[in-house]
T-cell receptor, first 112, second 113 residues
Framework: KQEVTQIPAALSVPEGENLVLNCSFT??????LQWFRQDPGKGLTSLLL?????REQTSGRLNASLDKSSGRSTLYIAASQPGDSATYLC???????????FGQGTELSVKP | GAGVSQTPSNKVTEKGKYVELRCDPI?????LYWYRQSLGQGPEFLIY????????DSGLPNDRFFAVRPEGSVSTLKIQRTERGDSAVYLC???????????FGPGTRLTVL
């Protein structure tokens, strides 16, 4: 069964701290992986997309990595800011029928 | 340019009623996705269109749920005989093609009383 897990469910850090959000998956035959943020009551905003042949993608203070052999992806946020407070979701897209599976998200709170 | 839009933003209905939720994708995006999100959970895949056809409807929970995209642009998610368990936020996303970066709409919050 294809499962996607994000741990922890919630995380609180002081402003300025570097942090890592984790996403693990049971089936490594992914086509690509996408990280999103979701603000309360809003839709999802795409942050980074990693193709299965890639190992990482960077955008500003964000860096996402992919290790298919260990079934893990991480989202690294440098120098966190209160505006980074949101729920972060990872999504797997699989080769077989293009199946799309989200993790349950990590709720991040960055305290000023 | 305009992003993905969804209407209505909120819908309150009574158990047993029929509802339609609309999604306007980004112009030129051939792929369109519907998801359902319950509080504290990640979005749950419902159905995916490539053009006018449903390429994968394996996520639809039962035959009360149906979606169409007759002209390959706007899509409507239809729910018959609504139940309280259908209450959730229904999200729509679109992309240039299958498995490419998805762009999400703000969602429709459905409440079944």
């Amino acid at each position: 069964k294809q499962e996607v897990t994000q741990i922890p469910a919630a995380l609180s850090v002081p402003e300025g701290e570097n942090l890592v959000l984790n996403c693990s998956f049971t089936d490594s035959a992914i086509y690509n992986l996408q990280w999103f943020r979701q603000d309360p009551g809003k839709g999802l905003t795409s942050l980074l997309l990693i193709q299965s042949s890639q190992r990482e993608q960077t955008s500003g203070r964000l860096n996402a990595s992919l290790d298919k052999s260990s079934g893990r992806s991480t989202l690294y946020i440098a120098a966190s800011q209160p505006g980074d407070s949101a729920t972060y979701l990872c999504q797997m897209i699989y080769n077989q029928g293009g199946k799309l599976i989200f993790g349950q998200g990590t709720e991040l709170s960055v305290k000023p | 340019g305009a992003g993905v839009s969804q209407t209505p933003s909120n819908k309150v209905t009574e158990k047993g009623k029929y509802v339609e939720l609309r999604c306007d994708p980004i112009s030129g995006h051939t792929a369109l996705y519907w998801y359902r999100q319950s509080l504290g959970q990640g979005p749950e895949f419902l159905i995916y269109f490539q053009g006018t056809g449903a390429a994968d409807d394996s996520g639809l929970p039962n035959d009360r749920f149906f979606a169409v995209r007759p002209e390959g642009s706007v899509s409507t998610l239809k729910i018959q005989r609504t139940e309280r368990g259908d209450s959730a936020v229904y999200l729509c996303a679109s992309s240039f093609g299958p498995n490419n970066e998805q762009f999400f709409g703000p969602g429709t919050r459905l409440t079944v009383l």
